[in-house]
Structure formats: structure tokens, C-alpha cells
């Protein structure tokens, strides 16, 4: 059963940073286009950067270029996001999905078709 579940999300002051981890299983990770989402309270779901399998290529929406990293470790089967500088705004539910991979992974939400369960991200001080 193909699974994805989210941590390290938690409260902290603006400024701060976080890293989130997104563990897959029954599903061989590097075989999959993985990204990273969030969600605010009454806003749509937006995407954040996301994982080309097929080349390695990495994609950020512009608000997450030079603050957030999107790294994979193929042996512990997991994906993370590095966010610093974090700013009230960024407070969100955080997701990963994954995908059945192409050239170019897409920053929307619509073409993944497993998600996590989110975790929460608050940043206020």
C-alpha cells in the first residue's frame, strides 16, 4: 500500500526554519515525481517546489526560490523541504504527493495522485 507521511512541521518565530520530511512506502521513491504543497486557512491548496525523478531536476514557485530547498535521500526513502526564513505567511498545512513521473515535474496540484496527511507549520512569534 503506497503511503506518504509528512513531519517536522511545528510552531516557530519568523526568521526561523524548519525542515519537513515526507517517508514513502510501498512504492520505490525514486521512481516518482514528488511535491511539496501547502494550504493555508481558506485558501486554495499551492504548490512549493516539487522533485523530477526521471532527471533529478528540482522546480520552485517563485515565492520559495532562495528560502526553501527541496532534497531526496533515495536509501531512507524520503524527500525533505528545507525552509528558512520563515515568515507569518508561510503558516500553512504542509503536504507531499507523488506522481508517476515525467520530464518535467509540474508545480500543480491536480496531476498528483497520492498525498500525505499534512503537517502543520505556524510561524508567529
Known amino acids: 500500500q503506497l503511503q506518504l507521511v509528512e513531519s517536522g512541521g511545528g510552531l516557530v518565530q519568523p526568521g526561523g526554519s524548519l525542515r519537513l520530511s515526507c517517508a514513502a512506502s510501498?512504492?520505490?521513491?525514486?521512481?516518482?515525481?514528488i511535491g511539496w504543497f501547502r494550504q493555508a486557512p481558506g485558501k486554495e491548496r499551492e504548490g512549493i517546489s516539487c522533485f523530477s525523478s526521471r532527471n533529478g531536476a528540482t522546480r520552485y514557485e517563485e515565492y520559495a526560490k532562495g528560502r526553501f530547498t527541496i532534497s531526496r535521500d533515495n536509501a531512507k526513502k524520503t524527500v525533505y523541504l528545507q525552509m528558512n526564513g520563515l515568515k507569518p505567511e508561510d503558516t500553512a498545512v504542509y503536504y507531499c504527493?507523488?506522481?508517476?513521473?515525467?520530464?518535467?515535474?509540474?508545480?500543480?496540484?491536480?496531476?498528483?495522485?497520492?498525498w500525505g496527511q499534512g503537517t502543520q507549520v505556524s510561524v508567529s512569534s
Open positions: 510501498g512504492f520505490t521513491l525514486e521512481y516518482y515525481d
Open positions: 504527493a507523488a506522481k508517476t513521473p515525467d520530464y518535467l515535474c509540474p508545480l500543480g496540484r491536480s496531476p498528483y495522485t497520492f
